[in-house]
């Protein structure tokens, strides 16, 4: 079946250290993709988005682009602030016929001043 | 701004109490669903809802029931609390179609202990 697979965490970074998040899946068919933050007691929040191949979804400095031949969707960000510091799922959603997500394990990010 | 409400952020009940968790979103969304969150784990889908009185098992639906009677409420029900339920429980909700992008709304989420 479907999976996606994240880094596990956690990772700890310096306040404008550079940031990667890898994820990976397995899908049968195109997928949309999607990176969630969730921030210390709070729900989810779509960070940013793909819906097919080469696409390129960014938000608040943070990006990714949707790479087929690699099954990837890696979370990057140039320069981290401490507010950055929470938990990060990446998630896949079938194209059609189902409403429902695959949800990677997420990765807890801690950014030191 | 879509607004996902669930009623309680922190639950303590007992083993065998009958817990209801509420959900409430604003948008007139088709889509609900329910998510328990485990360290480690991630999100596990427990049930979903794509219409009114419709409902379809999750990953992980046993020990819990879902109710749907009206379109932007949608509710969990642990029939007998265990321990092993102790967890946060999300609510999301999304749309369907182009425009919308199959994005899901989430709740803040109810951290659940059962003693």
């Known amino acids: 079946g479907d999976s996606v697979t994240q880094m596990e965490g956690p990772v700890t970074l310096s306040e404008e250290a550079f940031l990667t998040i890898n994820c990976t899946y397995t899908?049968?068919?195109?997928?949309?993709l999607f990176w969630y933050v969730q921030y210390p007691g709070e729900g989810l929040q779509l960070l940013l988005k793909?819906?097919?191949?080469?696409d390129k979804g960014s938000n608040k400095g943070f990006e990714a682009t949707y790479r087929k031949e690699t099954t990837s969707f890696h979370l990057e960000k140039g320069s981290v602030q401490v507010s950055d510091s929470a938990v990060y799922f990446c998630?896949?959603?079938?194209?059609?016929?189902?409403?429902?997500?695959?949800f990677g394990t997420g990765t807890r990010l801690k950014v030191l001043a | 701004d879509v607004k996902v409400t669930q009623s309680s952020r922190y639950l303590v009940k007992r083993t065998g109490e009958k817990v209801f968790l509420e959900c409430v979103q604003d948008?007139?969304?088709?889509?609900m669903f329910w998510y328990r969150q485990d360290p480690g784990l991630g999100l596990r889908l427990i049930y979903f809802?794509?219409?009114?009185?419709?409902?379809e098992k999750g990953d992980i639906p046993e020990g819990y029931s879902v109710s749907r009677e009206k379109k932007e409420r949608f509710s969990l029900i642990l029939e007998s609390a265990s321990t092993n339920q102790t967890s946060m429980y999300l609510c999301?909700?999304?749309?369907?179609?182009?425009?919308?992008?199959?994005?899901?709304?989430f709740g803040a989420g109810t951290r659940l202990s059962v003693l």
């Open positions: 999301a909700s999304s749309n369907l179609g182009e425009r919308a992008k199959n994005i899901q709304y």
């Open positions: 899908a049968t068919g195109y997928p949309s």
């Open positions: 793909a819906t097919k191949a080469d």
């Open positions: 998630a896949l959603s079938e194209p059609s016929g189902t409403y429902k997500y695959i």
């Open positions: 948008m007139d969304h088709e889509n």
């Open positions: 809802s794509y219409d009114v009185k419709m409902k």
